[in-house]
């Protein structure tokens, strides 16, 4: 009866403790208000082994959460991408500089979802300069479907004046090998499109393409695996049709987790005839080098800055990026590849960045974290001066209970708790406690040698791996976000015995192999 008794007691002594943990923190009790009970079971359950938060940085992030699940559930249906480009010209035709605007381009497609295998896809391309321009809408439906082994997909598209169908699908051919094949008919005419890609090694892929319709083209490019996380992109493709032989190679370096470099170089050979009896032929070469640099402000917003080079102008170009938006505002510097407007289309654009990376960007997030980490230290140590309050106060309810079982404990040389440290390891702690003091605040350990006596039930203690110690009744956290270890002396049938265990590891008292020589 008495040993019902005691634990009906310590189910109802949880029970106060809970309640005053809640009553005495102002965050847990407007949650509580405001949720009930099991949003503060959910915000406790966060905050073990984590940083503690305020009520208002816990509603902060989950309604963030939220929003930015809900922002990339619309983008994943709705796919609704497109571009905003306004041409600047620097120079009239006299090489005058003269800023005027020039074309603007407007593309917007939003794809709608049927089903989740068939969607319909509405674009918009416009083209405007001065009081001309010109335009295109189109609506495509597209299916997806599995059939024979083989991915499947289908799409129908159709324009103000003009159709256009394609059906294809895609297979892994070999253990290394996948292929693509789709037919296609735009206007009237047939176009057949063979893709193969075969994984060459570790880090790189061989694609093969090729066309047969009015153009028939074959293409060959080595390429980094796209599945590879590595600094280093590389594309390099060799393109022939009937006419044109063209080659490209691109690289992109992902400088650190936001910023990113790439460079794009051309050249294509088109032979043409220079005279109206097609006896005699020319080969015009054409070319252009392109590089760019692009910074993520957000999850959700990038920009840009970048410079083309090609024979027929020298452009720099700045945009951002903003829920698959792109707004951008190319400038043509020069109407022939000169080399001053050249040299300036190459520096000026990554100075740009590196002076608003350096000057402006970088300064205000050291200063932006620099004082999110002292609010997080403040908040951190008024938390843990609660905590220790709280737990303080426990200890002097448990107060009596304690004595008594110590008493009992050392008459029958059962399990007595004679000095019990959580906190820091030892080792470590030394270094930060002073020559002639032992103080908790600088070892950073908490004596918990009452509320480990108090967890003693006939002459055995047992706490289970998997959590944290700190949530134990009397203790508390000294040092969140560190490796936290418990220190026991104790005696069981009058022999000395010590045991030093990590936060989430199990502890049982007494063990013969904690017996000190």
Same mark, same amino acid.
Not at 89 to 95: E, I, K, L, S, Y
Not at 269 to 277: E, R, V, Y
């Given at each position: 009866?008495?040993?019902?008794?005691?634990?009906?007691?310590?189910?109802?002594?949880?029970?106060?403790?809970?309640?005053?943990?809640?009553?005495?923190?102002?965050?847990?009790?407007?949650?509580?208000?405001?949720?009930?009970?099991?949003?503060?079971?959910?915000?406790?359950?966060?905050?073990?082994?984590?940083?503690?938060?305020?009520?208002?940085?816990?509603?902060?992030?989950?309604?963030?959460?939220?929003?930015?699940?809900?922002?990339?559930?619309?983008?994943?249906?709705?796919?609704?991408?497109?571009?905003?480009?306004?041409?600047?010209?620097?120079?009239?035709?006299?090489?005058?500089?003269?800023?005027?605007?020039?074309?603007?381009?407007?593309?917007?497609?939003?794809?709608? /979802?049927?089903?989740?295998?068939?969607?319909?896809?509405?674009?918009?391309?416009?083209?405007?300069?001065?009081?001309?321009?010109?335009?295109?809408?189109?609506? #495509?439906?597209?299916?997806?479907?599995?059939?024979?082994?083989?991915?499947?997909? #289908?799409?129908?598209?159709?324009?103000?004046?003009?159709?256009?169908?394609?059906?294809?699908?895609?297979?892994?051919?070999?253990?290394?090998?996948?292929?693509?094949?789709?037919?296609?008919?735009?206007?009237?005419?047939?176009?057949?499109?063979?893709?193969?890609?075969?994984?060459?090694?570790?880090?790189?892929?061989?694609?093969?393409?090729?066309?047969?319709?009015?153009?028939?083209?074959?293409?060959?490019?080595?390429?980094?695996?796209?599945?590879?996380?590595?600094?280093?992109?590389?594309?390099?493709?060799?393109?022939?049709?009937?006419?044109?032989?063209?080659?490209?190679?691109?690289?992109?370096?992902?400088?650190?987790?936001?910023?990113?470099?790439?460079?794009?170089?051309?050249?294509?050979?088109? /032979?043409?005839?220079?005279?109206?009896?097609?006896?005699?032929?020319?080969?015009?070469?054409?070319?252009?080098?392109?590089?760019?640099?692009?910074?993520?402000?957000?999850?959700?917003?990038?920009?840009?800055?970048?410079?083309?080079?090609?024979?027929?102008?020298?452009?720099?170009?700045?945009?951002?990026?903003?829920?698959?938006?792109?707004?951008?505002?190319?400038?043509?510097?020069?109407?022939?590849?000169?080399?001053? /407007?050249?040299?300036?289309?190459?520096?000026?654009?990554?100075?740009?960045?590196?002076?608003?990376?350096?000057?402006?960007?970088?300064?205000?997030?050291?200063?932006?974290?620099?004082?999110?980490?002292?609010?997080?230290?403040?908040?951190?140590?008024?938390?843990?001066?609660?905590?220790? #309050?709280?737990?303080?106060?426990?200890?002097?309810?448990?107060?009596?209970?304690?004595?008594?079982?110590?008493?009992?404990?050392?008459?029958?040389?059962?399990?007595?708790?004679?000095?019990?440290?959580?906190?820091?390891?030892?080792?470590?702690?030394?270094?930060?406690?002073?020559?002639?003091?032992?103080?908790?605040?600088?070892?950073?350990?908490?004596?918990?040698?009452?509320?480990?006596?108090?967890?003693?039930?006939?002459?055995?203690?047992?706490?289970?791996?998997?959590?944290?110690?700190?949530?134990?009744?009397?203790?508390?956290?000294?040092?969140?976000?560190?490796?936290?270890?418990?220190?026991?002396?104790?005696?069981?049938?009058?022999?000395?015995?010590?045991?030093?265990?990590?936060?989430?590891?199990?502890?049982?008292? /007494?063990?013969?192999?904690?017996?000190?020589?």
């Amino acid at each position: 009866m008495d040993e019902i008794r005691r634990e009906e007691a310590q189910a109802r002594f949880k029970e106060i403790k809970d309640a005053y943990d809640v009553l005495m923190d102002e965050n847990l009790r407007a949650l509580y208000d405001d949720f009930g009970a099991e949003a503060v079971k959910k915000q406790m359950n966060m905050q073990v082994g984590k940083p503690l938060q305020s009520t208002s940085e816990f509603l902060r992030d989950m309604f963030r959460m939220r929003r930015q699940q809900h922002q990339a559930y619309i983008m994943r249906r709705v796919d609704h991408v497109g571009s905003f480009m306004v041409l600047v010209n620097a120079q009239d035709r006299r090489g005058r500089y003269r800023p005027e605007l020039g074309t603007i381009s407007v593309r917007q497609s939003i794809k709608f /979802p049927l089903t989740s295998a068939s969607n319909v896809r509405l674009s918009f391309n416009a083209l405007m300069n001065g009081v001309t321009g010109q335009g295109t809408v189109k609506m #495509a439906y597209e299916r997806s479907f599995v059939a024979a082994a083989a991915a499947g997909y #289908a799409s129908l598209r159709i324009g103000w004046n003009s159709y256009a169908f394609r059906i294809g699908a895609s297979k892994q051919l070999f253990d290394k090998t996948h292929g693509d094949l789709n037919f296609g008919i735009q206007d009237g005419t047939g176009r057949l499109r063979v893709k193969c890609v075969r994984q060459l090694s570790e880090q790189w892929n061989g694609i093969f393409e090729s066309q047969l319709g009015p153009e028939p083209s074959v293409a060959l490019s080595l390429s980094t695996r796209p599945d590879l996380q590595q600094a280093w992109d590389v594309l390099a493709t060799v393109k022939a049709t009937q006419v044109v032989t063209s080659s490209t190679i691109s690289a992109s370096y992902q400088l650190s987790d936001r910023s990113k470099i790439s460079f794009t170089a051309g050249l294509d050979n088109n /032979p043409i005839f220079t005279n109206a009896q097609k006896t005699s032929m020319a080969l015009i070469n054409s070319w252009h080098i392109a590089g760019q640099a692009e910074r993520t402000i957000s999850q959700l917003t990038k920009a840009t800055v970048g410079f083309t080079i090609a024979p027929h102008g020298v452009f720099v170009a700045a945009g951002f990026t903003r829920h698959g938006q792109y707004f951008g505002v190319p400038v043509m510097l020069s109407h022939l590849p000169a080399l001053k /407007p050249a040299l300036i289309a190459m520096v000026a654009p990554f100075a740009l960045a590196f002076i608003i990376e350096a000057i402006l960007l970088e300064p205000r997030r050291r200063r932006k974290r620099l004082a999110q980490e002292e609010k997080r230290r403040k908040q951190q140590e008024q938390q843990i001066a609660a905590a220790k #309050a709280r737990a303080q106060a426990d200890c002097r309810l448990m107060a009596d209970e304690v004595n008594r079982k110590r008493e009992a404990e050392e008459v029958k040389g059962g399990l007595v708790i004679l000095q019990a440290f959580y906190g820091r390891h030892p080792e470590m702690a030394a270094e930060f406690e002073m020559e002639d003091a032992d103080d908790e605040e600088l070892s950073c350990r908490v004596d918990v040698t009452l509320p480990l006596q108090y967890m003693v039930q006939n002459s055995q203690l047992q706490i289970p791996s998997g959590t944290t110690k700190s949530a134990l009744i009397g203790f508390y956290d000294p040092i969140p976000d560190e490796e936290k270890w418990i220190e026991v002396v104790y005696l069981y049938k009058h022999k000395t015995h010590r045991v030093l265990v990590a936060d989430h590891d199990s502890l049982r008292m /007494p063990l013969k192999s904690h017996q000190m020589d």
